[in-house]
């Protein structure tokens, strides 16, 4: 007997590899491995490596090593579920994340950039993109790519900088599916982030440095003078804003939102700036800048989108303490990039049952909720086949139905 929780996600995997023009091709034994995987990833709990993988699933270790070696297009098959669930107000958020890994042997070795530890420390890189339902206010993966050595990204004449940006304009069709606004934290307010974005028809949302030299957009009326009219008029005093330049967008009980169309120096453009005056009872207590490039975009709009990015760090959160996002086994390219997106990809998956039900349920997502649902399936359908018991009698469903809710924080 497949439990209600593992014949629902094992359906909805299945209906998309075989609905999906881009997974014709895959041979029905790749599919079974493929939904196999996806629901180890869901429902095992501790490390997920080969050697686990083997213990809990169908395979050989042998195979799942052989398996994560062939290509699969994660970017296509996470397009096709979060179609399904996400609403029309959505963006583009894309962000690095640390893997710490020992050994000089694995591809994409070197030290990087750690958030928790503050520091560089030595592992592995990934550049990950996610949808951001603004509404739902959640994030779902789209696709992960390892960052790959230094000396190979040197090679190419790049930094790591613009290898994140050709990541961006490489991709720029799948992520145009969705959103034409893309959004990073400040690290990436930089030129070549800007014009690469920018280059795909896409536009850019993000945070600035305090003391990023803007300068207010000359609005008078031409001399006639001879020489070259006048562009500019002084620059922007972030602590002292010309409220007859700015336009008060938003004011409620903790914040006050300004935004205007500047100049950027750092980026040679036009940008609509967002000013966020944060306040605790009549005083100030912080003061942020966000800009995006698209005009259009009213100042409450860019503080919503640009805070709204966070999500993709909590994507991160529950994959590497649920999903095993840290605990890849391989050192070889392939491997890792499968391990990488499968761990991701898992969290999309409860996902999709949470926003399927949220309006039944109204509560807020818990992967560590959704683990425990799975493992008690797992665990349930091996009592159930080894011990021959009837599941469908009523006795038996109740008790099946209070066990797959055993050990849920909210049951």
């Given at each position: 007997?497949?439990?209600?929780?593992?014949?629902?996600?094992?359906?909805?995997?299945?209906?998309?590899?075989?609905?999906?023009?881009?997974?014709?091709?895959?041979?029905?034994?790749?599919?079974?491995?493929?939904?196999?995987?996806?629901?180890?990833?869901?429902?095992?709990?501790?490390?997920?490596?080969?050697?686990?993988?083997?213990?809990?699933?169908?395979?050989?270790?042998?195979?799942?090593?052989?398996?994560?070696?062939?290509?699969?297009?994660?970017?296509?098959?996470?397009?096709d579920?979060?179609?399904?669930?996400?609403?029309?107000?959505?963006?583009?958020?894309?962000?690095?994340?640390?893997?710490?890994?020992?050994?000089?042997?694995?591809?994409?070795?070197?030290?990087?950039?750690?958030?928790?530890?503050?520091s560089?420390?030595?592992?592995?890189?990934?550049?990950?993109?996610?949808v951001?339902d603004?509404?739902k206010?959640?994030?779902?993966?789209?696709?992960?790519?390892?960052?790959?050595?230094?000396?190979?990204?040197?090679?190419?004449?790049?930094?790591?900088?613009?290898?994140?940006a050709?990541?961006?304009?490489?991709?720029?069709?799948?992520?145009?599916?969705?959103?034409?606004?893309?959004?990073?934290?400040?690290?990436?307010?930089?030129?070549?982030?800007?014009?690469?974005?920018?280059?795909?028809?896409?536009?850019?949302?993000?945070?600035?440095?305090?003391?990023?030299?803007?300068?207010?957009?000359?609005?008078?009326?031409?001399?006639?003078?001879?020489?070259?009219?006048?562009?500019?008029?002084?620059?922007?005093?972030?602590?002292?804003?010309?409220?007859?330049?700015f336009?008060?967008?938003?004011?409620?009980?903790?914040?006050?939102?300004?935004?205007?169309?500047?100049?950027?120096?750092?980026?040679?453009?036009d940008?609509?700036?967002?000013?966020?005056?944060?306040?605790?009872?009549?005083?100030?207590?912080?003061?942020k800048?966000?800009?995006?490039?698209?005009?259009?975009?009213?100042?409450?709009?860019?503080?919503?989108?640009?805070?709204?990015?966070?999500?993709?760090?909590?994507?991160?959160?529950?994959?590497?303490?649920?999903?095993?996002?840290n605990?890849?086994?391989?050192?070889?390219?392939?491997?890792?990039?499968?391990?990488?997106?499968?761990?991701?990809?898992?969290?999309?998956?409860?996902?999709?049952?949470?926003?399927?039900?949220?309006?039944?349920?109204?509560?807020?997502?818990?992967?560590?909720?959704?683990?425990?649902?799975?493992?008690?399936?797992?665990?349930?359908?091996?009592?159930?086949?080894?011990?021959?018991?009837?599941?469908?009698?009523?006795?038996?469903?109740?008790?099946?139905?209070?066990?797959?809710?055993?050990?849920?924080?909210?049951?």
């Amino acid at each position: 007997m497949i439990s209600k929780a593992n014949k629902a996600v094992n359906a909805l995997i299945m209906s998309i590899l075989q609905n999906n023009t881009a997974f014709v091709s895959l041979q029905k034994s790749r599919k079974r491995f493929i939904v196999n995987t996806f629901w180890l990833f869901l429902c095992v709990k501790g490390k997920i490596n080969f050697l686990q993988l083997e213990r809990f699933g169908t395979c050989c270790e042998q195979t799942y090593r052989e398996q994560f070696k062939e290509a699969f297009d994660f970017c296509s098959f996470n397009t096709d579920l979060i179609k399904q669930v996400v609403s029309s107000d959505t963006i583009v958020a894309f962000d690095p994340s640390f893997i710490p890994k020992a050994g000089k042997s694995t591809y994409g070795g070197s030290r990087y950039w750690s958030g928790v530890a503050k520091s560089a420390k030595w592992g592995l890189d990934i550049c990950g993109f996610a949808v951001v339902d603004v509404t739902k206010n959640t994030a779902l993966h789209l696709k992960a790519w390892q960052t790959p050595p230094p000396p190979e990204i040197e090679g190419k004449e790049q930094t790591l900088l613009t290898y994140y940006a050709s990541l961006v304009t490489d991709n720029a069709d799948k992520f145009l599916a969705f959103s034409t606004h893309m959004v990073a934290d400040a690290y990436f307010s930089k030129k070549p982030v800007v014009d690469a974005v920018l280059s795909v028809k896409l536009n850019f949302i993000s945070r600035l440095r305090d003391d990023s030299h803007l300068k207010y957009k000359y609005i008078g009326q031409r001399t006639g003078l001879k020489g070259a009219p006048k562009k500019y008029t002084g620059r922007i005093d972030v602590k002292n804003l010309d409220i007859d330049y700015f336009s008060l967008d938003t004011s409620l009980e903790n914040v006050k939102i300004y935004s205007a169309t500047v100049y950027s120096k750092a980026f040679k453009r036009d940008i609509k700036l967002a000013v966020a005056v944060f306040l605790k009872g009549d005083e100030e207590v912080a003061r942020k800048l966000y800009f995006s490039t698209d005009l259009a975009l009213d100042g409450l709009k860019i503080v919503r989108y640009y805070r709204s990015r966070f999500q993709i760090e909590f994507l991160y959160r529950d994959a590497k303490q649920f999903t095993s996002l840290n605990t890849c086994q391989a050192r070889s390219k392939n491997q890792l990039e499968f391990h990488f997106n499968a761990a991701l990809t898992a969290v999309n998956l409860a996902k999709y049952d949470w926003i399927k039900t949220k309006g039944e349920k109204d509560k807020a997502f818990s992967m560590s909720d959704y683990k425990t649902l799975y493992n008690n399936s797992l665990m349930i359908e091996q009592f159930i086949s080894r011990f021959a018991i009837n599941p469908h009698t009523v006795k038996n469903q109740k008790i099946i139905k209070e066990l797959l809710e055993y050990g849920k924080i909210a049951a």
